[in-house]
């Protein structure tokens, strides 16, 4: 094809976007042309992004198929050319020069930042365009990645700070909750909600109110309800700062991304749930009886948690010298193994020498017989070779037990509160992986508090009998991974047993059993003795950057970073690192070296966070809460009676207490005897008026008590009063007295009915008011008082106290209540 027709056809696919939105199925069909960055950039008003130009996906497939190399090099110099000079058409503000970027057509939020983008002065020229889109396509090819690659040409800006803003599932539990954060993360971001907020004005760029975080908070707010209302779904921004201005780079939305993770709860590998078949007579192989005699830490210690051994796994063992005997005697181990497990064997150990720690020693996947055979002989192998003689390890192997979450609990023998940490899959994965964390309220038979967090990723037996990591499903990343009921058995039980042993104890546990294998729903597997966390709240500098270690290398690499200015953020990617004793060595090695703490997402009660915290390295849980929550907290602040407070603790909650000082003891009951007045003017059964009676009485006694008068010599007093004085049966209110005139008539006292409000007046003196308890109680509207700057105030009186509140408008109620002055 001559270069002229070259040209006419390419001319078409180097485009100039018209910002606007977009529906998503347009947005799907736009991103397979231009690529999902430039897509997003399409998306965004002009004012607030900078002038970009989009050479088309299909330009790259036609380089990648062009030959020979002369043709593909024309293409390329043909539309950098051809850029350029739309560049130039840009208004002279955009003078700093251009940023190239790759705009590829398959590329997901977690991709993002991994093709490259190139810089280029402002005196570039079509030549420069064309060397940095030939990196960009021959970097895409190189990686053998899915789809085309587009190329966004947009004006460079020089910022102050960038920075990213998001509301994906990972950082925010619904749409309107937002992080952002700087690039480099070397200072703190923040947090917001953005429901309440207006979008800014599309035709107008975006401009902080200055450049300290709280300043970015308050325009990101607005930007963050404009994302909303586009009602896309969640979103992710990438953001710019100038002097003046902000400036939007990227807009991602996570509905658009292809969803690459499973359904955690429907994804156990199919196989054979059978129990495990007999062995045979004479087999080396014995059954363990769970009895607590074995002598074998791993065995015994199931007998604390399997009394009732109905629905409990059979677990078989051998120790290493007598599996030696037996193998030098030709013994056929993988034919019981088989008739045993068929075929889905695993095999733990376990190790009596002194100097050998008993968590993370090796075990295998799920293997076949001949495999769980080798792997026995492996490991005497290599445990004699440190020293360590065959009698001293013992071998226990089991059916795979299929399991949709696993958990870690922790009871305390004199706590009601039980913690629980779960994950979906196997245990191994609450080591490293995010995860959800319970409190259960045993007295209360109730969960008292949950942490649902993001959690991406879970361990699970893989078709092949290999542990994996499996990614979770977008939709289910913040599901529940141990159902309530689950978590009440768990929790329950694992306090029954700390109560019935005598001591605090740490349960691992296999959750949600398929009902078909004959097992349990929910089985204790491993116990210990819980860890004594650092007090210390610990939190991480934003000074310390974040290294994250996926793999040894990654370890390599941070021994050479400079000291204490980092964090390791432990993230493994490979299973066999999250029991790998030799991983965690040489973290704390690491760490204690170049003065690092080390951050784990994974549980507090799991394997890993204890071995290095016991070695003395700070350790940072970065999903927890920096402070422990207290729930349900009500604050009552009043005098009750003396037993009140045990019977609270009888109850399951906790209790704050303090005295009044014994000078102020009569005042107190004064005030308590205005409230237990107020609550018995609230009775309206006979039964309520006799126990607010009674409340009444003891207040009083009370009083004589504290005052130092014998209570029978106020009974006998009140019986002199009443004879002599008479009660307060028959309502009579004294309204006045006077001494009669010489010439007024001899008439006995007039005596009529008048409403509880007028009984007393309220007065004023120099400012003063004086409102009497009858006005108080009264029924109908409340009294009112003006103050001299207009000021009104509504006085009323209830069972905490008097309540002083301004009045807002005048009404009819106010003109029958208010006393003029």
Request: glycine share 6%; net charge negative.
């Amino acid at each position: 094809m001559a270069e002229e027709d070259v040209l006419r056809e390419i001319a078409p696919q180097i485009l100039a976007i018209q910002n606007a939105p977009v529906a998503p199925d347009r947005r799907s069909s736009l991103a397979k042309r231009i690529g999902r960055k430039a897509a997003g950039l399409a998306l965004l008003p002009s004012e607030w992004t900078p002038p970009f130009i989009v050479i088309e996906g299909a330009i790259y497939e036609r380089w990648r198929d062009a030959s020979p190399a002369r043709a593909a090099a024309f293409i390329i110099a043909t539309v950098a050319e051809i850029a350029a000079q739309e560049a130039r058409k840009w208004d002279a503000r955009w003078d700093r020069g251009v940023t190239v970027r790759s705009s590829a057509t398959e590329e997901t939020l977690s991709e993002r930042g991994s093709n490259d983008s190139v810089e280029l002065a402002a005196d570039y020229d079509g030549a420069m365009i064309a060397r940095a889109i030939l990196q960009v396509f021959q970097r895409f090819l190189s990686d053998g990645s899915p789809g085309a690659m587009a190329i966004v040409v947009q004006a460079r800006v020089p910022h102050l700070a960038l920075g990213h803003m998001s509301n994906e599932q990972r950082v925010s539990k619904t749409i309107n909750q937002w992080m952002w954060e700087y690039e480099p993360a070397d200072k703190p971001g923040g947090r917001f909600n953005s429901q309440r907020d207006t979008p800014p004005d599309e035709a107008l760029q975006l401009r902080p109110f200055g450049h300290r975080p709280s300043d970015f908070t308050k325009l990101f707010r607005k930007i963050g309800r404009w994302c909303t209302r586009l009602h896309a779904g969640r979103t992710h921004l990438e953001w710019g700062a100038t002097v003046d201005d902000l400036w939007l780079f990227q807009l991602d939305f996570e509905e658009d991304q292809p969803e690459k993770g499973v359904d955690p709860t429907a994804f156990l590998r199919d196989g054979d749930f059978r129990p495990p078949g007999e062995l045979p007579m004479g087999s080396p192989f014995q059954v363990a009886s769970l009895t607590g005699q074995a002598g074998w830490r791993k065995i015994d210690k199931a007998a604390d948690f399997s009394a009732d051994r109905a629905g409990y796994p059979t677990l078989i063992h051998i120790t290493g010298d007598k599996f030696l005997k037996s193998f030098a005697d030709g013994y056929d181990f993988a034919r019981d193994l088989e008739g045993f497990a068929h075929g889905r064997v695993v095999c733990r150990t376990d190790c009596k020498a002194s100097g050998v720690s008993s968590l993370n020693l090796p075990r295998t996947h799920t293997v076949g017989s001949v495999e769980a055979v080798s792997f026995i002989t492996k490991t005497i192998s290599d445990f004699g070779a440190a020293g360590v003689s065959a009698e001293n390890l013992c071998f226990i192997l089991h059916k795979f037990i299929p399991s949709v979450t696993a958990a870690w609990a922790v009871a305390r023998k004199d706590s009601q509160i039980v913690r629980v940490d779960s994950l979906w899959g196997l245990p191994d994965g609450l080591q490293y992986l995010p995860h959800d964390s319970y409190e259960y309220d045993v007295r209360r038979k109730q969960q008292s508090s949950e942490r649902l967090r993001y959690k991406h990723a879970f361990l699970q037996e893989a078709p092949t009998g290999l542990w994996e990591v499996v990614r979770v499903a977008r939709r289910a990343t913040r599901w529940r991974s141990l159902p309530t009921p689950d978590l009440a058995e768990v929790a329950l039980r694992t306090h029954e047993i700390a109560h019935r042993l005598g001591r605090d104890i740490q349960i691992m546990w296999f959750c949600q059993v398929p009902e078909e294998t004959g097992l349990q729903r929910n089985i204790p597997w491993f116990s210990m003795a819980p860890a004594e966390h650092s007090p210390k709240e610990r939190s991480v500098s934003p000074a310390k950057k974040r290294f994250v270690i996926r793999s040894m290398s990654d370890l390599e690499k941070a021994a050479a970073l400079n000291k204490a200015g980092y964090l390791l953020q432990l993230d493994p990617d490979d299973p066999e690192l999250f029991r790998s004793q030799a991983f965690l060595d040489k973290v704390i090695a690491v760490a204690k070296d170049r003065d690092f703490p080390v951050g784990l997402t994974g549980s507090i009660l799991g394997h890993a966070f204890y071995v290095i915290e016991k070695a003395g390295v700070p350790v940072i849980a970065l999903n927890e809460p920096t402070r422990s929550r207290t729930r349900q907290r009500r604050v009552f602040r009043k005098l009750v009676r003396d037993d009140i407070p045990n019977k609270i603790t009888e109850g399951g909650e906790t209790v704050t207490l303090a005295e009044i000082a014994k000078e102020e003891a009569r005042a107190a009951l004064v005030g308590k005897l205005l409230e237990e007045s107020y609550e018995l003017l609230a009775a309206d059964t006979p039964q309520d008026v006799t126990a607010e009676l009674a409340d009444l009485l003891e207040v009083v006694r009370s009083l004589a008590n504290i005052t130092g008068v014998d209570w029978s010599d106020v009974q006998e007093a009140a019986n002199q009063k009443r004879v002599s004085r008479g009660g307060f049966e028959r309502n009579v209110v004294l309204l006045e007295t006077a001494w009669p005139g010489w010439l007024a008539e001899n008439r006995q006292s007039a005596r009529f009915t008048i409403p509880l409000g007028q009984l007393g007046q309220i007065s004023e003196q120099d400012g003063t008011f004086t409102v009497p308890f009858p006005s108080l109680l009264a029924a109908g509207p409340s009294p009112i008082i003006r103050l001299e700057d207009g000021t009104r105030l509504e006085i009323t009186m209830g069972g905490s106290g008097v309540r002083v509140s301004p009045v807002s408008e005048k009404n009819d109620d106010e003109k029958q209540a208010a006393f003029e002055f």
